[in-house]
């Protein structure tokens, strides 16, 4: 096994980096399909005709992958993760302009976290969870980060691999995790409501709810303190490098997953300190 050790760790990485690829695909395109989806459902209800934009096939396989600036198909020579970018120097060997850099950045992204999972959990079947956990929580930052918009279709199959993989005590007991589900949802929705109620406007959306919930179907009741103080700080972190100032909107999703990624690799060494804590105040 000593012996395969660098293979896997670059078949990891490869892997990621092919993953990476195609999340780019579906954070591109997942948010305009939604938002064509709901137009057309609008026209429907309200009897209007079907547009131009309704008849065009448009989904996470087709058109195949083009230039934002050109519109140019890119050629399979041309679209390697990672390495293509590189090698034409971050631009398009069609038109020249510069590729946006959160293409490549995805790519590795995805390949050094992979690599990070197989490091932490090794050849077992939390490494499976972790990797298919990766995948979904990327593009939801992204999409997040962009369009302030968390999916229901990435948020909701979360919460259900979380419980799936929990039947077996993956992570937590099957009951711990119903519960951080419920709590997850339930805490977030509570603040919602109280903040609604004395400022008369909305301090997040419900997607945030949802991701909570699935993150507490991962890593249970007792994980979802950690996570909501992880992801304020992570947060204000963020608000500090990016200059957000006060009254401007920042979506807390991202936030949320980040800290959601950090309990799934450092959630033993986390809780021991917790329980630590917790003792040595007692």
């Known amino acids: 096994m000593d012996y395969y050790l660098p293979l896997l ?17 579906v954070i591109y395109r997942l948010p305009i399909m939604l938002e064509r989806a709901w137009n057309r459902q609008a026209r ?21 992958s ?6 140019r198909e890119i050629k399979p020579w041309s679209n390697i993760p990672l390495l293509s970018f590189l090698l034409q120097k971050g631009r398009c060997v069609q038109c020249g302009n510069p590729i946006p850099w959160r293409y490549p950045l995805v790519e590795l992204i995805t390949g050094v976290l992979f690599v990070i999972a197989f490091w932490h959990f090794g050849w077992t079947w939390n ?3 972790a990797v298919l956990f990766t995948l979904f929580l990327i593009p939801i930052i992204f999409i997040d980060a962009r369009t302030q918009l968390l999916p229901d279709i990435l948020t909701l199959p979360l919460l259900w691999l979380g419980l799936l993989f929990n039947i077996s005590d993956l992570f937590v007991s099957l009951s711990d995790a119903v519960l951080g589900a419920v709590v997850g949802y339930v805490s ?15 301090g997040m959306g419900f997607g945030d709810f949802k991701l909570l919930s699935a993150l507490g179907a991962w ?3 007792i994980s979802l303190p950690i996570i909501a103080l992880l992801a304020s700080v992570i947060g204000l ?3 500090v490098i990016l200059n957000i100032r006060k009254g401007q909107a920042m979506p807390f999703g991202p936030c949320l997953a980040i800290a959601g990624w950090i309990m799934l690799i450092f959630n033993t060494p986390i809780m021991r300190f ?4 917790v003792i040595g105040k007692a």
């Open 219 to 221: 890593f249970g009741v």
């Open 44 to 64: 429907v209800q309200l009897g209007l005709d079907e547009t131009k934009e309704d008849k065009q096939t448009f989904n996470l396989a087709y058109p195949p």
């Open 274 to 277: 917790v329980e630590w804590w």
């Open 127 to 129: 490494v499976l969870a």
């Open 9 to 25: 760790y670059i078949g990891f990485l490869l892997f990621g980096l092919l993953f990476g690829s195609f999340l780019n695909v």
């Open 237 to 239: 972190i963020f608000a």
């Open 188 to 202: 977030l929705w509570s603040l919602y409501q109280l903040f609604k109620l004395l400022t008369g406007k909305e």
């Open 66 to 71: 083009h230039c934002p600036h050109c519109k």
